[in-house]
């Protein structure tokens, strides 16, 4: 199961950023939100979401295991185990993944799904 979103219907609200980092952090810090919008403009002039496929490349390279699936398949990092070492944030295919000024452990996304129903245009969903 992964988070999808589909590009062509994104506004560029920012809502989901919002969401993410309030549910997660209890701060309105888009910043350390668990996924990311990518603006192209002036040319075309379109928002693309980015965010975790749950692909694993940050469980493979990581050199203290402290990335592990759980039992939804969701990729989750155990704080008590990361070094910040950086090594899955520069794997991320998608570079979703990233370390914020906060903190040493690495933020992505653990699929909670809370940014899925701010979504007004529906960019957001689960796939299995």
Excluded at 48 to 76: F, L, M, W
Aim: with cysteine.
């Amino acid at each position: 199961m992964y988070l999808t979103a589909d590009w062509k219907k994104c506004t560029g609200c920012r809502l989901c950023l919002s969401v993410c980092c309030l549910c997660h952090f209890d701060e309105a810090n888009p910043k350390k939100a668990a996924l990311a919008i990518d603006a192209k403009f002036p040319e075309p002039g379109t928002f693309h979401p980015r965010v975790c496929d749950q692909c694993g490349t940050c469980a493979s390279v990581c050199p203290v295991e402290a990335i592990s699936r759980n039992k939804d398949g969701v990729y989750i990092i155990d704080s008590e185990k990361c070094t910040g070492c950086g090594a899955c944030v520069e794997a991320c295919p998608l570079k979703v993944m990233f370390i914020h000024e906060d903190s040493i452990v690495p933020i992505k996304c653990d699929l909670c799904k809370e940014c899925i129903p701010v979504c007004s245009t529906r960019v957001l969903s689960i796939k299995e």
